[in-house]
């Protein structure tokens, strides 16, 4: 399968701490890949480095071919952060009709992206009177209206309930099905029997990169919650798990 962000050889200091250790990580073109971890892992420092806004020590990340944060990947990438990133004094409809202008696309394309995130019945209300997790949606509704080849999504279900979030992860993979990939972080395992392949992450290093069941048949278990504390343990049987 094509691979649409490679990451190689990957390390990032903040401060004078080594928060990446040599990352590699492969993203196939049109899947959804999980980035799971517990917080303080890595994840979204991770995420930085592939939209190319993270400095990075050494190492390179590529995405769709180019280097990451090339001027040529602005109109193909989308990024949600945790924090709400659209206008509160604007409605949900202002808020994704003005990120559909930037792209010279126009109310319709606006529209469906405001109606895919579960917010037309909220179109007209301004954003600083959303709840915290509709206010999620709508930055996920702007981001999703250029529709773009590869999009980046930092904990998208974060303060959501168990139907919104079913709702999201529907959008997820038929986002995926229509050709754009999905990099999505999360700390919730139970998300992760959703995703075509899974990037477990521990203290900024990779633990695993493979298919949920792969994962789960090298531990010998059906549970990815005891994949994961079994794949933490083997590491540090072997020694490569103290930083």
């Known amino acids: ?15 004078t701490k080594e928060v990446l250790h040599g990352i590699d ?5 049109g899947s959804v890949t999980g980035l799971l971890g517990p917080s303080g892992s890595g ?7 592939v939209m190319g806004v993270q400095i990075v020590k050494s190492g390179e990340v590529t995405v769709l071919g180019e280097p990451a944060g090339s001027s040529t990947l602005r109109h193909k990438i989308g990024y949600v952060t945790q924090a709400p990133s659209v206008y509160a004094d604007l409605t949900v409809k202002e808020n994704t ?5 930037l792209y010279r696309l126009g ?27 509709q206010r999620s949606r709508a930055s996920l509704a702007a981001a999703l209206v250029s529709r ?41 395992m ?4 959703r995703c075509n392949r899974l990037i477990l992450i521990r203290e900024g290093e990779v633990i ?12 010998g278990t059906n549970d990815l919650d005891e994949a994961f504390l079994w794949l933490i343990r083997a590491r540090g049987e072997h020694g490569e798990g103290d930083n």
């Not at 009709?97 to 202008?101: G, I, Q, T």
């Not at 993979?173 to 999905?182: F, I, Q, Y």
């Open 208 to 219: 695993a990169d493979d298919t949920p069941e792969a994962v789960k048949t090298e531990a």
């Open 25 to 29: 990580a492969l993203i196939p073109r």
């Open 97 to 101: 009709r003005y990120f559909a202008s």
């Open 107 to 133: 109310a319709t394309e606006a529209d469906e992206a405001t109606e895919r995130v579960g917010l037309a019945g909220q179109a007209d209300q301004l954003v600083s009177t959303l709840s915290g997790g």
């Open 148 to 188: 773009p080849e590869v999009l980046v999504l930092d904990e998208p279900t974060v303060g959501q309930d168990p139907v919104l979030r079913d709702e999201l992860w529907k959008s997820f993979r038929d986002l995926a099905n229509e050709g754009s990939t999905l990099l999505v972080s999360s700390h919730v």
């Open 43 to 49: 994840k979204t420092t991770l995420m930085r480095a």
């Open 190 to 193: 139970d998300e992760a029997n």
């Open 1 to 15: 399968m094509e691979t649409a962000i490679e990451v190689r050889d990957l390390v990032v200091e903040r401060g």
